[in-house]
């Protein structure tokens, strides 16, 4: 018998690392190296940063988002073998470009969701190398809403949101946020979380990118009052933070702010 939301708990576990330009295999083994540390149960969720498999290596990203499917395929083998929920995000080549895709993997296998990045970031130039996306993603998994977000989605209060008024219970969030605005990601995750009531856990890289933008980590995860649940510095780490999704609905009735909203005066 499947659990109720009020009676499901389980762990999310947040990786942060240094990304190594371009190789997918390093990265995955690094990957494994850090889920090698974890105490899993059946049922938890492992987080991965933005672009995980290759970072942002423009030189040469179609040839990585060409062989996105190693990584993907390893997800779906770790998800099956722990018996845990994947998500992060990897480059994706589709009929017109290469969207910045973060995929959802469940203990199975299988792929019930991905969400192309709608917001590509200027400064960096992702607007010049992807398709952005075009509409919010939430998911079913195990009788949760998942959200899902990449790195610049942060700053765009419109997309958290939708994904709150589309049911959300939790979003995941895949960063490379860097070191010198930091502390806006650990602002803007704990404000999601606390402005529409419901669990927000980012993952972000840390360390030189590789092209010489350093990463900021921080990793962290905030429950649905924006209380921040547990927070990484700029090292490579894990956070494993206790996650009872019930939690969303009994804060959302004990402090009604969302059923006050009046969009009909917003206009």
Same mark, same amino acid.
């Given at each position: 018998?499947?659990? $109720?939301?009020?009676?499901?708990?389980?762990?999310?576990?947040?990786?942060?690392?240094?990304?190594?330009?371009?190789?997918?295999?390093? *990265?995955?083994?690094?990957?494994?190296?850090?889920?090698?540390?974890? $105490?899993?149960?059946?049922? %938890?969720?492992?987080?991965?940063?933005?672009? &995980?498999?290759?970072? @942002?290596?423009? %030189?040469?990203?179609? #040839?990585? #988002?060409?062989?996105?499917?190693?990584?993907?395929?390893?997800?779906?083998?770790?998800?099956?073998?722990?018996?845990?929920?994947?998500?992060?995000?990897?480059?994706?080549?589709?009929?017109?470009?290469?969207? *910045?895709?973060?995929?959802?993997?469940?203990?199975?296998? *299988?792929?019930?969701?991905?969400?192309?990045?709608?917001?590509?970031?200027?400064?960096?130039?992702?607007?010049?190398?992807?398709?952005? +996306?075009?509409?919010?993603?939430?998911? =079913?998994?195990?009788?949760?809403?998942? +959200?899902?977000?990449?790195? @610049?989605?942060?700053? @765009?209060?419109?997309?958290?949101?939708?994904?709150?008024?589309?049911?959300?219970?939790?979003?995941?969030?895949?960063?490379?946020?860097?070191?010198?605005?930091?502390?806006?990601?650990?602002?803007?995750?704990?404000?999601?979380?606390?402005?529409?009531? &419901? &669990?927000?856990?980012?993952?972000?890289?840390?360390?030189? %990118?590789? $092209?010489?933008?350093?990463? +900021?980590?921080?990793?962290?995860?905030? =429950?649905?009052?924006?209380?921040?649940?547990?927070?990484?510095?700029? *090292?490579?780490?894990?956070?494993?933070?206790?996650?009872?999704?019930? %939690?969303? $609905?009994?804060?959302?009735?004990?402090?009604?702010?969302?059923?006050?909203?009046?969009?009909?005066?917003?206009?």
């Amino acid at each position: 018998m499947s659990l $109720t939301k009020s009676e499901r708990k389980f762990s999310i576990h947040i990786l942060q690392f240094q990304i190594a330009l371009g190789s997918i295999d390093k *990265n995955i083994h690094r990957a494994e190296q850090l889920i090698q540390k974890l $105490t899993i149960a059946k049922g %938890d969720l492992i987080l991965l940063p933005e672009m &995980f498999s290759s970072g @942002f290596w423009y %030189d040469e990203l179609e #040839a990585m #988002a060409q062989e996105s499917g190693k990584a993907v395929s390893w997800m779906k083998s770790e998800a099956r073998s722990l018996g845990v929920a994947m998500a992060g995000s990897v480059p994706e080549k589709i009929d017109n470009g290469i969207v *910045n895709s973060m995929l959802f993997v469940d203990e199975y296998g *299988n792929v019930p969701g991905s969400y192309s990045k709608i917001h590509l970031f200027p400064l960096t130039g992702e607007e010049k190398a992807f398709i952005p +996306g075009s509409r919010p993603v939430v998911l =079913d998994w195990s009788g949760l809403r998942i +959200g899902l977000m990449i790195c @610049f989605d942060l700053r @765009f209060p419109e997309l958290s949101r939708r994904l709150c008024l589309n049911g959300a219970d939790i979003i995941l969030v895949s960063a490379q946020w860097p070191e010198a605005r930091i502390e806006h990601f650990f602002n803007l995750v704990h404000v999601r979380a606390m402005e529409n009531q &419901f &669990f927000v856990a980012a993952s972000n890289a840390c360390g030189n %990118d590789g $092209t010489g933008l350093i990463l +900021g980590g921080r990793s962290l995860c905030a =429950d649905p009052m924006g209380n921040v649940m547990g927070c990484l510095d700029a *090292n490579e780490d894990i956070l494993s933070v206790h996650v009872s999704p019930g %939690d969303v $609905t009994r804060i959302r009735k004990e402090f009604p702010v969302l059923s006050l909203r009046r969009p009909d005066s917003y206009r």
